[in-house]
């Protein structure tokens, strides 16, 4: 028996030893990804960089409000070294308030040196409010742009709970407030103010494009109905100023603003590590190998708050 409970034991401390070394095998390959990311992206948006160069900035996904790539915009338009910047662009759209914010920092910038959008799959909606800050918008032949309009979702289930037996308990101040819900059928008028906000930004985004582009009317009313456009179709429309690439967007800054060709771009990219990987990684070895079991009161927390509903530009 005693020789049994030996080997009991010296199995369960070589399986936590071994857990350990895993974990630091986990550390040392996450720490040497992190180093390649970064000589991979380059100069890093710690400060200023000390040679003539082009800044390239690069908006993918879901554009929404980003405290960081608003202040690394700030800091290109104070950096003298960098003489002109490159947005490109591979976005679908997103919040309202982020791509006004995302296009309020790139015009800053714009006020002391060329800017020049390069769209590459899709720049539609907030994506090409994104690219209206731009004083040349280059694009592929087959990049999916426009969409100019703003629509806001959210899911009812009203009906869903009804025929299930579930009713739903809600007072509030006012008829308006918080409506239109997803649990109950929306009040009176609720879709109507909806509406008034809807169109509200709607003509924000609209006369955006009007001054930008310099459209009036009917060619305006023909690019704004929601419509999505190929590279090709916008060029004719007056909604971009070039078929091409990055190599395009370089070519014209030689041309109107006498920056060479050849003069270096620089990624100046706002996005940090995640620290939070690195602890999930570590904790779901340690879980799987016996060390020890989470405490979901202490989990739950991480789990972050339910799902959020946010108007979006599409």
Known sequence: ???????????????????????????????????????????????????????????????????DRDEELAKI?????V????????????????????YE????????KPVVAVMVEAAASGGYITALAADHIVALGNTLTGSIGVVAEAPNIAR????NGVDVFKVKSTPLKAEPGFLTEPAEGAV???????????????????????????????????????????LELGLIDALGDEETAKAWLAAEHEIPADTKV?????????????????EGSAIELGLYAPDWRDVAPRLGPGPKLYAIMY
């Open 266 to 282: 620089v990624d100046r990219d706002w996005r940090k590590p995640d620290p939070s990987l690195l602890l999930r990684l570590i």
């Open 160 to 163: 869903l709970l009804e025929e």
């Open 105 to 112: 920092g790139l015009r800053a910038v714009g006020e002391k």
């Open 77 to 81: 338009a104070e950096d003298k070294a």
């Open 192 to 234: 109507a103010a909806q509406q008034i906000l809807i169109d509200d930004t709607f003509g924000w985004f609209r006369g955006l494009v009007a001054e930008r582009r310099g459209l009036g009317e009917p060619a305006l009313a023909e690019v704004a109905d929601g419509r999505a456009f190929t590279g090709r179709m916008a």
């Open 1 to 67: 028996m005693a020789a049994t409970a030996d080997l009991i034991i010296e199995r369960r401390q070589m399986r936590r030893r071994l857990a350990l070394w895993r974990i630091l095998a986990i550390v040392a390959v996450v720490g040497a990804i992190v180093v390649g990311i970064a000589s991979i992206r380059g100069t890093s948006s710690s400060g200023p960089t000390s040679s003539d160069n082009i800044a390239r900035i690069k908006i993918d996904g879901i554009i929404s409000s980003d405290f």
């Open 83 to 102: 003489k002109a910047l490159i947005v490109r662009i591979n976005s679908p759209g997103g919040t309202i308030a982020g791509s006004e914010a995302l």
